[in-house]
C-alpha cells in the first residue's frame, strides 16, 4: 500500500500549489448555499488526471461530479478543496483530502494543508503521520476535559438535528469548535489537538482519509450509535478512543430526547445591565 500513500501525498502536494495560485479568485452558488469556485474544478480535473495515469484501473469518486471506473474494487474518494466556503471567502481552513478504499475499508488517505504546510498521511496497519513523523490521539480520560469539534450543512442549517448535539456538548467540554473542513478536524483529532469529532451529513470524500487517520493515531471512529463506521453512511464519531463511550450515552440521550441543559432565557444585553 506503500506505493499508494506516496503517490497520494504526491498528487495533493501539486493540488495544493495549484490551490495556493487560486487563491482571491471569486466564486458560485452551486445550490442554495453551496459554494464552487474555479479552484475547486481546477483541483479536481489535476487530481482525477494524475490518478487516471497512475492507477487506470481504480474507480474515482470526486466531489464536484468526477466519476471513472466505478466497477474497481479499489476506488479513491476525492475532495479537491474540502473548505470551500472557507477559501472563497479567504479563511484560512482549507485542503485537499484523497482517499483510498477496498471494498468500502479505506486502507490510504491523504489531508494536506498548504497554508500550513502540513500533510497528514495513513496507511491501513502502519500508523499515521504528520509531515512524516508519527502522530498519535490525546490521552484526555473524560470528555468534561475535552477540546471537540463538529460542522453544520450549507444550506437549512436551522432543520438540521446537530444543533440540539453542538449545545449539549458545549455545556459538557471545554469547548466545541466549527472550522468548516471535516478532514482537518479529523486530521486534528488524530494528532491530539482535538479529543473528539462529530459531524452529520458527510460524503465519503468529506472522511475517508481523515477516519483513517484517527483509526492509525490510536483512536476510534463509528457510527452515532457505537455501529461501525460506514463511509457511505453520512455521519462519523470520531475521537481519541478514552471518551467514546461517554460520546456514545450522551449522543443517545440526546436522541431520547433527555437533554442534561435546557436551554436558558435569552439574557438582556450587557449594555442594558449596565445602563438600565
Same mark, same amino acid.
Given at each position: 500500500?506503500?506505493?499508494?500513500?506516496? *503517490?497520494?501525498?504526491?498528487?495533493?502536494?501539486?493540488?495544493?500549489?495549484?490551490?495556493?495560485?487560486?487563491?482571491? @479568485?471569486?466564486?458560485?452558488?452551486?445550490?442554495?448555499?453551496?459554494?464552487?469556485?474555479?479552484?475547486? #474544478? *481546477?483541483?479536481?480535473?489535476? @487530481?482525477?488526471?494524475?490518478?487516471?495515469?497512475? &492507477?487506470?484501473?481504480?474507480?474515482?469518486? $470526486?466531489?464536484?461530479?468526477?466519476?471513472?471506473?466505478?466497477?474497481?474494487?479499489? =476506488?479513491?474518494?476525492?475532495?479537491?478543496?474540502?473548505?470551500?466556503?472557507? &477559501?472563497?471567502?479567504?479563511?484560512?481552513?482549507?485542503?485537499?483530502?484523497?482517499?483510498?478504499?477496498?471494498?468500502?475499508?479505506? +486502507?490510504?488517505?491523504?489531508?494536506?494543508?498548504?497554508?500550513?504546510?502540513?500533510?497528514?498521511?495513513?496507511?491501513?496497519?502502519?500508523?499515521? =503521520?504528520?509531515?512524516?513523523?508519527?502522530?498519535? +490521539?490525546?490521552?484526555?480520560?473524560?470528555?468534561?476535559?475535552?477540546?471537540?469539534?463538529?460542522?453544520?450543512?450549507?444550506?437549512?442549517?436551522?432543520?438540521?438535528?446537530?444543533?440540539?448535539?453542538?449545545?449539549?456538548?458545549?455545556?459538557?467540554?471545554?469547548?466545541?469548535?466549527?472550522?468548516?473542513?471535516?478532514?482537518?478536524?479529523?486530521?486534528?483529532? $488524530?494528532?491530539? #489537538?482535538?479529543?473528539?469529532?462529530?459531524?452529520?451529513?458527510?460524503?465519503?470524500?468529506? %472522511?475517508?482519509?481523515?477516519?483513517?487517520?484517527?483509526?492509525?493515531?490510536?483512536?476510534? +471512529?463509528?457510527? %452515532?450509535?457505537?455501529?461501525?463506521?460506514?463511509?457511505?453512511?453520512?455521519?462519523?464519531?470520531?475521537?481519541?478512543? #478514552?471518551?467514546?463511550?461517554?460520546?456514545?450515552?450522551?449522543?443517545? *440521550?440526546?436522541?431520547?430526547?433527555?437533554?442534561?441543559?435546557?436551554?436558558?432565557?435569552?439574557?438582556?444585553?450587557?449594555?442594558?445591565?449596565?445602563?438600565?
Amino acid at each position: 500500500m506503500g506505493n499508494y500513500v506516496d *503517490a497520494a501525498i504526491e498528487i495533493a502536494r501539486e493540488a495544493g500549489q495549484l490551490l495556493l495560485a487560486h487563491c482571491g @479568485v471569486g466564486f458560485e452558488l452551486k445550490g442554495d448555499f453551496d459554494l464552487v469556485t474555479a479552484a475547486d #474544478r *481546477a483541483s479536481e480535473q489535476l @487530481v482525477i488526471k494524475r490518478l487516471s495515469e497512475k &492507477f487506470p484501473g481504480h474507480g474515482i469518486v $470526486a466531489e464536484e461530479g468526477g466519476r471513472a471506473e466505478m466497477q474497481s474494487e479499489l =476506488r479513491w474518494y476525492v475532495d479537491p478543496l474540502d473548505g470551500t466556503t472557507n &477559501f472563497a471567502h479567504g479563511y484560512p481552513m482549507w485542503n485537499v483530502t484523497l482517499a483510498l478504499a477496498l471494498r468500502n475499508e479505506v +486502507v490510504a488517505g491523504v489531508v494536506y494543508d498548504p497554508l500550513n504546510r502540513e500533510l497528514f498521511a495513513a496507511e491501513r496497519g502502519a500508523g499515521a =503521520r504528520l509531515n512524516g513523523a508519527p502522530i498519535h +490521539v490525546s490521552k484526555t480520560p473524560k470528555l468534561s476535559d475535552s477540546l471537540v469539534a463538529t460542522g453544520f450543512p450549507s444550506r437549512k442549517r436551522h432543520q438540521n438535528v446537530n444543533i440540539h448535539f453542538y449545545y449539549q456538548l458545549a455545556m459538557v467540554t471545554h469547548g466545541v469548535r466549527r472550522g468548516g473542513s471535516a478532514a482537518i478536524d479529523l486530521a486534528y483529532t $488524530a494528532c491530539g #489537538r482535538l479529543e473528539a469529532f462529530w459531524e452529520f451529513g458527510l460524503n465519503p470524500w468529506d %472522511m475517508a482519509a481523515g477516519t483513517l487517520l484517527v483509526e492509525e493515531a490510536g483512536g476510534r +471512529v463509528s457510527g %452515532m450509535a457505537g455501529e461501525p463506521l460506514d463511509i457511505q453512511g453520512r455521519y462519523v464519531v470520531a475521537d481519541n478512543g #478514552r471518551i467514546h463511550g461517554e460520546l456514545l450515552d450522551l449522543f443517545g *440521550a440526546i436522541f431520547r430526547g433527555e437533554y442534561q441543559y435546557d436551554m436558558p432565557p435569552l439574557p438582556a444585553p450587557e449594555w442594558e445591565l449596565q445602563h438600565g
